[in-house]
C-alpha cells in the first residue's frame, strides 16, 4: 500500500498533488481522492484490539494504526500531516484546529514552570498574547529580543533558563526576515554546552513563507509553525494549524493534542489537503507576481511614504530575502504580502483604508491572509492589537502600517481600486 507514497527526489509540486497517495491511513485503494472521513469514533472489534489501539497509541512504528476516537488520531488528518511533513522537509507532521492550537500545544509540550522562551519582539498578535500573557501565569518566563541581533541572541542562550527560541521566519506585520543559519549556528554551539535532556530548541512560525518559498528545517530549525488557515489552504473556508517536528517529539505532540483538544475538524483536513495543497504552488507563485507589481506600483506613487516588500531592493535585509526565500525549485520567492504606510497622519491612512473598504472592488478590509481574494489591514489596530500600545514601538509596530495580503486577481484591478481611493486621499 506504500508503493506510490511520496518519492524523495520528486519536485515538491509533484508530491503536493499526490502526496502520499496510497498511505497506511488510506484503506480504499479505488479512490482517486481519498474518501473524506467523519466518524468521531471507531469499532474496535475485539478488548485485544481496543487495548492494543489504547497502549500503541502515538506510537508512529506500528504498522497499521488503530483508530479509536476522532481526537486521538484519524486517517484524513494523518494523510494531511504526511504530506505537510513532506513538504517542510521534516520527520513528521501533528495537526491542530488552528494556527494558535499548533503554536500553545508546542509550547506546552516543549515547557515548563521556571523555563523561559526567548521570541522575537515582533510577532502576530494572538502569539504575542499567549507568550506575554498565559505563560507567565503558568511560571513560563519570556524575554523578547531582536533575534537578528547576535550579541544579544547570544547572552540569552547562556540563560540556563532559556528553552526555547521563538520567531517567524517572516515577521507579521513587518516582513523582517530572521537569519536563520546565524540563529541556529549559535543554538547549537550553545546546545553543547548542555547536557541533552536541557537543550534549547528553535520553533519558527513559517505562515507568512510556506514551505513553497522557505524550509526552515533545512537551516537547521527544530519545530516548524504552520497556520493551515492561511496560504496552504488558500481559499478561506478552512481552519488549522500544524507543527512539523522531529519524530521523537510526534507522541508528545500527539497526546498534548488528545489533552489539550485543538483537534482539526477531518472535514477541513480534506479540504486543506485536497484543494489546498495540491494547489499551493501554484496560487502562491501567482499572487507573488501579482504582489511584486503592486509593490512597485505603491513604491513609484507619490503619495506613499515606504514599502515593505520583500522582493524590493528596497526592503532593509533584501540580500537575507534573496538568500532565504527560495522556492524548491530554486526560485526568488519574496511571497504575497506588503506593508506600506501613505503619506501623512493617521486620518489620512484611515480615510485610505475606508475608501478602499467602500469603494475597492477587488480588495477586502479584512484580517487572515494567503487567500485567494486580497485583504487589507491596519496590524496596529486589528490584527496586533493584543500587543499593549506603549509595546508597540518596541515591536516595530507602526500604528499607520497597511497590510496588503495579495490575491489571485488580476493585478491591473488591485492597482486601479489603490490608485482610485489615493487619488481620493
Ligand atoms: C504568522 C501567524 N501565525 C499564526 C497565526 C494564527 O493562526 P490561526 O488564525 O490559524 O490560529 C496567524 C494568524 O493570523 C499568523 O498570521
Known amino acids: 500500500m506504500t508503493k506510490k507514497s511520496a518519492r524523495k527526489h520528486l519536485s515538491p509540486r509533484t508530491q503536493a498533488i499526490h502526496g502520499e497517495a496510497l498511505s497506511k491511513s488510506w484503506e480504499f485503494s479505488h479512490h482517486l481522492i481519498p474518501p473524506m472521513t467523519?466518524?468521531?469514533?471507531?469499532?474496535?472489534?475485539?478488548?485485544?484490539?481496543?487495548?492494543?489501539?489504547?497502549?500503541?497509541?502515538?506510537?508512529?512504528?506500528?504498522?497499521?494504526?488503530?483508530?479509536?476516537?476522532?481526537?486521538?488520531?484519524?486517517?484524513?488528518t494523518k494523510m494531511l500531516e504526511d504530506q505537510l511533513a513532506v513538504l517542510e522537509k521534516g520527520e513528521s507532521a501533528v495537526t491542530f484546529g488552528s494556527g494558535m492550537g499548533a503554536i500553545s500545544s508546542t509550547l506546552m509540550t516543549l515547557m515548563k514552570s521556571g523555563q523561559r522562551v526567548v521570541a522575537h519582539k515582533t510577532l502576530y498578535g494572538c502569539t504575542y498574547s499567549l507568550i506575554t500573557n498565559w505563560l507567565p501565569r503558568l511560571g513560563i518566563e519570556h524575554s523578547l529580543i531582536d533575534v537578528n541581533n547576535f550579541k544579544v541572541l547570544e547572552k540569552e542562550l547562556s540563560n540556563p533558563q532559556t528553552r526555547v527560541i521563538y520567531f517567524e521566519s517572516v515577521s507579521n506585520p513587518i516582513l523582517e526576515i530572521a537569519d536563520l543559519a546565524k540563529i541556529t549556528a549559535l543554538v547549537k554551539a550553545a546546545n553543547k554546552k548542555r547536557k541533552a535532556d536541557d537543550r534549547i530548541y528553535t520553533v519558527v512560525d513559517n505562515t507568512f513563507a510556506t514551505p513553497w518559498s522557505l524550509r526552515p528545517i533545512e537551516w537547521g530549525v527544530d519545530f516548524v509553525i504552520q497556520s493551515l488557515t492561511k496560504n496552504i489552504s488558500g481559499f478561506g473556508t478552512e481552519m488549522g494549524g500544524a507543527v512539523i517536528a522531529p519524530k521523537s517529539f510526534e507522541g508528545m505532540l500527539r497526546v498534548a493534542r488528545k489533552d489539550f483538544g485543538a483537534i482539526i475538524h477531518p472535514y477541513s483536513a480534506w479540504h486543506i489537503m485536497v484543494y489546498g495543497i495540491s494547489t499551493q504552488a501554484i496560487r502562491f507563485e501567482q499572487q507573488q507576481a501579482t504582489a511584486m507589481k503592486v509593490a512597485q506600483f505603491l513604491e513609484k506613487h507619490p503619495k506613499v511614504e515606504s514599502v515593505t516588500y520583500p522582493?524590493?531592493?528596497?526592503?532593509?535585509?533584501?540580500?537575507?530575502?534573496?538568500?532565504?526565500?527560495?522556492?524548491?525549485?530554486?526560485?526568488?520567492?519574496?511571497?504575497?504580502?506588503?506593508?506600506?504606510?501613505?503619506?501623512?497622519?493617521?486620518?489620512?491612512?484611515?480615510?485610505?483604508?475606508?475608501?478602499?473598504?467602500?469603494?475597492?472592488y477587488s480588495i477586502t478590509l479584512a484580517v487572515s491572509l494567503g487567500l485567494t481574494k486580497t485583504l487589507i489591514e491596519v496590524p496596529g489596530f486589528m490584527t496586533h492589537s493584543a500587543i499593549p500600545e506603549d509595546k508597540r514601538?518596541?515591536?516595530?509596530?507602526?500604528?499607520?502600517?497597511?497590510?496588503?495580503?495579495?490575491?489571485?486577481?488580476?493585478?491591473?484591478?488591485?492597482?486601479?481600486?489603490?490608485?482610485?481611493?489615493?487619488?481620493?486621499?
Open 38 to 76: 467523519a466518524s468521531t469514533t471507531f469499532r474496535l472489534g475485539s478488548l485485544t484490539r481496543g487495548a492494543e489501539g489504547f497502549s500503541s497509541f502515538a506510537d508512529d512504528t506500528k504498522d497499521k494504526p488503530i483508530w479509536i476516537y476522532d481526537r486521538l488520531e484519524e486517517p484524513t
Open 393 to 425: 514601538g518596541e515591536s516595530k509596530i507602526d500604528p499607520r502600517a497597511i497590510r496588503l495580503s495579495i490575491g489571485l486577481e488580476n493585478a491591473k484591478d488591485i492597482i486601479s481600486d489603490i490608485e482610485d481611493a489615493l487619488k481620493r486621499i
Open 311 to 360: 522582493g524590493l531592493k528596497s526592503h532593509p535585509q533584501y540580500k537575507l530575502a534573496r538568500k532565504y526565500l527560495i522556492s524548491p525549485e530554486n526560485k526568488f520567492c519574496p511571497g504575497t504580502m506588503i506593508s506600506f504606510n501613505v503619506k501623512g497622519n493617521m486620518k489620512r491612512c484611515q480615510k485610505f483604508v475606508d475608501d478602499i473598504a467602500q469603494n475597492s
